[in-house]
């Protein structure tokens, strides 16, 4: 039976990471990157599409899991009629290596307890089953497809048959039991196996480490430090890169079709990214995000585009996945985002924002911060007035879509003041008329008098959460009656059990069939307009109640879904926990405004 998204836990190298299903299955795992093709799919199909299974064989009675310390190192538990084991799964480090590997350890806690392995590698997304030879001994199995091969070491006989390798064994309490998995090139000699035990030690004083630079100390620490390890991880860390997630096409409603690729990095993610990595004390990793973003964004400024890939490609081509039947039957798997080639003008402002925070913040950054800065916006004046996909990256046709004006505001806003206080050279005084110019359309066009809200787009009637950004951003302080009325009507028309929708898909055209669940994102929001609004017992109850949809390991999703009462949409979603630790922070502040956090 297909497991619900929150049964899954997170491991990884800050390479690639792995979903671990609470049955001792790994089913998701894309090897060497995180945007390459699985070689464990199982989570968007079957077993066969490929998974790493190890669990007891007698009658379970009774499982638990957490994660060691504040590590990413993860222990499952499992109590049998006959005794108790432990799985500790974790992925070392690379460093300088070319290799990958992925570490089980099999541990007896009481009496005996009968287990079994089922190893089924699919290369290309479950599609292509590698050819299976011995090396080195009955235990040790070396599966080649392709450019890839993994060399499978185990302290057991292995067999092998039908592209899979299985085994069968006893661990008694105090026994340890050690598998490896390492994924290599295919044309390269078989790799030297880790030594599973100085890998646990090493894996687990590094995260330890890392974690203990937080600098949060408020009274939900456990949450922001589970949410900076969780996109820690989904960090490239050749590049400094962070992907949106680590899956693909998990449904944002369970059998419908609104699937996407999430395993790239989104410009407009920037400045949530900057803040939270800069309030927690991450400043190395925010100056490698803000390099990141001016490597991928470089170039001629009408080839900006929202999305690239983990080394800042700029083809994210989209194609399905047909052999894969999707997760619980949500089709099409998508591989690849469509997106990356859509006009969405709200990512001119994305990156202005973030350049400026960078510069309050005294980071350092490329030196063609500044030129790069400057063509942007050069481009951006001939750009803004025109309709875009907008932040939700519709499929149907282009709107004026407000967020996407706001965000033209934010940019020459902060280009202003990067001009008077950091020196940056450019036309001051026509960014001056431009951001009235913008700032009057928006209140002309973008608010609509009869429903007291500012809506999605220029004479749409619709709400769209995305307007709960226009405080945040210092575009209106959050005492005007606008902004006021705006967080009302949404409170009012666009919650569903207590959590916001990003619009109402019935009532806005997106150009996409079915429905889909709160976005989780805007739900946090929210919050910050009600701690701006001086409702701090409001926010800190609706956090709260956010902090309570995670799964037991403190992992949030894109989306909840509150009739079915479960996560939705791909997992774990960094923007689902920068906004956690956005919220956080400023119920601890008793700020809610971005623009305030970056000193402007």
Known sequence: MTLEISDYGLIGDCETAALVGNNGSIDWLCWPRFDSGACFAALLGTPRNGRWLIAPEAEITRSSRQYRGETLILETDFECPGGAV????????????EVSDLVRIVTGLRGQVPMKTELSPRFDYGRIVPWINQINGENRLRAVAGPHAVVF????????????????????????????????????PPPEICNAQHALEDTERYWTEWAGRCQYRGPWREAVVRSLITTKSMTYRPTGGIIAATTTSLPEAIGGSRNWDYRFCWL?????????????????????????????VAGAAHQAQPLYGIAGEHRCDEMEADWLPGYRGSRPVRLG????????????????????????????????????????????????????????EVRSDRQHFVHGKLMSWVAFDRAIKS????????????????????????????????????????GSKALDASTLLIPLFGFLPAEDSRVRSTVAAIEKDLMRDGFVLRYDPEEAVDGLPGDEGAFLACSFWLADNMILQGRRDEAQALFERLLSLRNDLGLLSEQYDWKEKRLVGN?????????????????????????EASGS
């Open 571 to 595: 997992f774990p979603q960094a923007f689902s926990h920068f906004s956690l630790i956005d919220t956080a922070f400023n119920l601890c502040d008793g700020h809610g405004s971005l623009e």
């Open 153 to 188: 070491d185990a302290p057991v006989p292995l067999s092998a048959s039908d592209g899979s390798i299985t085994a069968r064994f006893t661990v008694s309490a105090g026994q340890e039991l050690p598998f490896v998995l390492a994924h290599e090139a295919s044309h390269l």
């Open 268 to 296: 407009r993610d920037a400045t949530f990214t900057l803040h939270s990595l800069v309030s927690a004390g991450y400043r190395t990793e925010a100056e490698q995000w803000c390099d990141w973003l001016l490597r991928a």
């Open 419 to 458: 001009a008077r206080n950091f020196g940056l050279e450019g036309p001051v005084e026509r960014w001056e008329a431009l951001r009235n110019e913008i700032k009057q359309e928006i209140l002309d066009r973008g608010f609509d008098a009869d429903r007291g809200a500012f809506v999605q787009a220029y």
């Open 86 to 97: 432990r799985i500790t799964d974790f992925m070392p480090r690379r460093g300088d290596k």
């Open 337 to 392: 985002n469509a997106a990356y080639s859509q006009l969405q003008v709200d990512i001119f402002g994305s990156v202005i924002d973030t350049l400026h925070q960078a510069r309050c913040h005294g980071l350092e950054m490329h030196e063609a911060a500044s030129g790069l800065q400057s063509a942007l916006l050069s481009h951006l004046e001939n750009i803004w007035r025109e309709p875009d996909e907008g932040i939700w």
